[in-house]
């Protein structure tokens, strides 16, 4: 029987019977497999995420009662059972359904996230907002145990807990643990009585009863309930910031999981569920190799992922990585800092050969960056590998931490610029504007693969604080020499190509990182001049000057906002030198970016071959000719 086919939302799922629930997550779990292998995104944390969602939409009144999930990685089944199963061959594209939870896509989608850790904080309060207004209603936070390191998270606890009357449920998914013997008839039997209304009234009634009685006496009966459940349960830390805890259960068992989250709804103040769940769960090849199959592309599920043919070109994150092991030869100081992002970020041959000297702090990039400060003062050389988006949550740090102390600590900036199918919440688009006003900073944009390693080097050489941005995926294909880790000179850019235009007809254009090659396209086009600028901070200001007396016009390009970007800071040095003249600030966009391939997104901002053409043309109508061999923008594009 199509169960899948007859759910249409929540309402049509809780009109199935309990003993059908099971069929209906083996069809979905089917359904999620041969999506995601036509479409890419994420798999294995959706594969074990399966049972939990069709439990919680079924014993919860969604969306009436809140759903909050954390991160959104695990999201799929959420998406296919609240009325987007027809639209789930659109994921992750342009115009489709995003691969996320957002609010603007679902009324069951009741907090767009993206980064981890903010589910509780948010469920709270949706908690006590829905107390505050005089509404009936349950609020879940469902969090993974990678997300529970996040220091977010337990300062939001830390304030639930001293709100006793907040209708709240946490769902801890544990799928780092494996299912084991405790974790079965037993400990389902234990689930079961410690969410029940008579352990919850027994233990209520006793309370009242010992409160009468000395304080010794209320404090011992307290700890002997507390070590009693330790016996069964790891909960007491949960117990401490006052939530009643409840498991581990079996986040697979359909049996297990419903009589205990009906029993759980009908309690009132902060609770947990501790659930153990399996990464790529019902998918063999997923559940032996869960990262490989994190977040894989478009694969044959009978099959499983093949490795390319053809070797592809290494991706800057395996630049970096070559680099970190090369310098660590080289450098007993250098320590390696990642805030859990080990394979992204390129860090696992440094974490084989280096384990003394490599940190995965967990999600946590607050402490990443003060950590990466307190080795610094101590004479190492700390290097903190970390997302473009994910560093905007240890901006405080960067400031107070890094650059106000002048500590060498470098920044490895992945995912910096257009990232694609992951959409607004990882695009990498601040990072230029956030630390190129901060004091003391050397900030740098490599055009390629071999310009990244140079810099590299040359941000690990420094006595302060530096970082390069690089963006996701390959590069152009340039050779890395991997016998070299000399330094580049510092604020000197690079003049690539000279226009041979007379006077009055002459454009530059100033590039940071690798749109480079696409100016220089544009370039050929429109006889422009490019300069590959190579540092945002501090700029050459003597190639500036010489571009600006040499040229008509100048035009900056980039792969981060407009708004205080590179462009800018090119502008504001300009006008420090007195010098006037006309400039086209070319960037991302004062717009949240859609989700897509990026080099649909690219060709969609203009940051394309064509699209600087048109722009140029567009902006200086009078000092570019119009050349019919000019690479020109598709129509639907």
């Known amino acids: 029987m199509d169960l899948l086919g007859r759910i249409q939302d929540p309402h049509d799922l809780r009109r199935l019977k309990a003993e059908q629930l099971p069929q209906l997550a083996q069809q979905l779990r089917q359904f999620i497999l041969d999506t995601v292998s036509r479409t890419g995104g994420h798999l294995s944390s959706n594969l074990g995420t399966v049972e939990l969602t069709v439990a919680l939409h079924y014993v919860f009144d969604t969306p009436h009662d809140r759903l909050v999930w954390d991160v959104g990685h695990q999201t799929y089944a959420h998406k296919i059972l609240t009325g987007r199963r027809e639209r789930m061959g659109s994921l992750r594209q342009y115009g489709g359904i995003s691969g996320f939870p957002r609010r603007e896509e679902s009324p069951y989608d009741t907090f767009g996230t993206a980064h981890s850790s903010t589910s509780i904080s948010a469920a709270l309060g949706m908690a006590l907002a829905a107390q505050a207004k005089g509404e009936r209603r349950k609020v879940v936070a469902v969090i993974g145990d990678g997300a529970m390191t996040g220091g977010m998270a337990f300062e939001a606890m830390n304030n639930a807990g001293v709100h006793p009357e907040a209708d709240l449920l946490v769902v801890l998914n544990d799928n780092d643990m494996s299912i084991s013997a405790p974790v079965g008839a037993l400990n389902r039997y234990l689930a079961r009585l410690l969410s029940g209304r008579f352990y919850a009234s027994a233990r209520d009634a006793a309370k009242q009863v010992l409160k009468a009685a000395p304080p010794p006496l209320f404090e011992l009966a307290r700890r002997i309930e507390e070590h009693a459940k330790g016996l069964v349960a790891p909960g007491t830390l949960f117990e401490e910031f006052g939530f009643d805890y409840v498991g581990p259960i079996d986040g697979h068992d359909l049996h297990a999981l419903i009589p205990t989250l009906e029993n759980l709804r009908e309690r009132t103040g902060p609770r947990l569920l501790h659930v153990v769940t399996k990464k790529g769960y019902g998918y063999k090849l997923a559940e032996a190799d869960p990262i490989?199959?994190?977040?894989?592309?478009?694969?044959?599920?009978?099959?499983?992922?093949?490795?390319?043919?053809?070797?592809?070109?290494?991706?800057?994150?395996?630049?970096?990585?070559?680099?970190?092991?090369?310098?660590?030869?080289?450098?007993?100081?250098?320590?390696?800092?990642?805030?859990?992002?080990?394979?992204?970020?390129?860090?696992?041959?440094?974490?084989?050969?280096?384990?003394?000297?490599?940190?995965?702090?967990?999600?946590?990039?607050?402490h990443a960056v003060t950590f990466a400060a307190g080795l610094a003062c101590e004479g190492m050389k700390p290097v903190v590998a970390i997302y473009s988006t994910f560093l905007q949550r240890a901006y405080d740090q960067v400031i107070h931490d890094v650059a106000i102390q002048n500590l060498p600590v470098l920044f490895a900036i992945d995912r910096a610029g257009v990232v694609g199918a992951d959409g607004a919440t990882h695009t990498g688009a601040f990072d230029i504007a956030a630390l190129r006003c901060l004091p003391n900073f050397t900030l740098m944009a490599p055009a390629d693969e071999m310009e990244c390693r140079q810099m590299l080097s040359t941000g690990f050489s420094l006595d302060g604080p530096a970082a390069v941005r690089y963006p996701r995926g390959a590069g152009i294909g340039v050779r890395?020499?991997?016998?070299?880790?000399?330094?580049?000179?510092?604020?000197?850019?690079?003049?690539?190509?000279?226009?041979?235009?007379?006077?009055?007809?002459?454009?530059?254009?100033?590039?940071?990182?690798?749109?480079?090659?696409?100016?220089?396209?544009?370039?050929?086009?429109?006889?422009?001049?490019?300069?590959?600028?190579?540092?945002?901070?501090?700029?050459?200001?003597?190639?500036?000057r010489r571009m600006a007396l040499s040229h008509?016009?100048?035009?900056?390009?980039?792969?981060?906002?407009?708004?205080?970007?590179?462009?800018?800071?090119?502008?504001?040095?300009?006008?420090?030198?007195?010098?006037?003249?006309?400039?086209?600030?070319?960037?991302?966009?004062?717009?949240?970016?859609?989700?897509?391939?990026?080099?649909?997104?690219?060709?969609?901002?203009?940051?394309?071959?064509?699209?600087l053409l048109d722009s140029i043309r567009t902006r200086f109508p009078g000092l570019v000719g119009d050349h019919p061999d000019a690479p020109r923008r598709a129509a639907n594009a």
């Open 292 to 366: 490989t199959y994190h977040g894989p592309g478009r694969f044959n599920p009978a099959e499983g992922i093949k490795p390319p043919a053809v070797a592809p070109k290494p991706t800057y994150a395996q630049v970096f990585g070559q680099w970190l092991c090369d310098m660590a030869r080289q450098d007993e100081r250098l320590t390696a800092i990642t805030p859990a992002m080990c394979e992204g970020s390129g860090l696992v041959e440094f974490a084989k050969l280096f384990p003394r000297r490599y940190h995965d702090v967990g999600i946590a990039e607050q």
């Open 480 to 544: 890395v020499d991997r016998s070299s880790l000399e330094a580049l000179p510092v604020g000197v850019a690079s003049l690539r190509r000279e226009s041979r235009a007379a006077t009055g007809r002459r454009i530059a254009i100033l590039s940071f990182g690798p749109v480079l090659y696409a100016a220089l396209q544009a370039a050929q086009t429109l006889d422009a001049t490019v300069v590959n600028m190579r540092f945002i901070k501090p700029l050459d200001l003597d190639m500036l």
């Open 552 to 611: 008509d016009a100048l035009v900056t390009v980039e792969e981060g906002t407009v708004l205080g970007g590179a462009g800018s800071a090119c502008m504001e040095a300009l006008q420090s030198l007195g010098m006037q003249i006309p400039v086209l600030n070319l960037g991302l966009p004062d717009a949240w970016l859609e989700h897509g391939d990026p080099a649909q997104i690219t060709a969609q901002l203009g940051l394309d071959a064509a699209g």
